[in-house]
């Protein structure tokens, strides 16, 4: 079955960066366009970013408005992981952040920016 296991989060201050990694197993990982979401406390799920199985030279990433410019969603197909390179973060940021496969989601990294 497909497991997916986020690290890198933490606590920052404005300004400051992350970088978000999340493993996956169970799966052809190079086969699958993978997503980055987060969740406020109290708040829905929102979509942060997204990123293509195509080869790198055809790959696209995708981005939320309210990240654009200052997220980069990338993949290892080697290793079989995705990342988020959070920068210039900002106290919106805080949230719970999932990458998803489909339906399928890890049990998620906290990011604190305060």
């Known amino acids: 079955h497909v497991q997916l296991v986020e690290s890198g989060g933490g606590l920052v201050q404005p300004g400051e960066s992350l970088r978000l990694s999340c493993v996956a197993s169970g799966i052809t990982f190079s086969r699958h366009d993978m997503s980055w979401v987060r ?17 790198s030279l055809f790959r696209a990433a995708s981005y939320a408005d309210s990240v654009k410019g200052r997220f980069t969603i990338s993949r290892d197909n080697a290793k079989n992981t995705l990342y988020l390179q959070l920068n210039s973060l900002k106290t919106e940021d805080t949230a719970m952040y999932y990458c998803k496969k489909g339906p399928v989601r890890g049990q998620g990294t906290q990011v604190t920016v305060s």
């Open 39 to 55: 969740q406020a406390p109290g708040k829905e799920v929102e979509w942060v970013a997204g990123i293509t199985s195509l080869p």
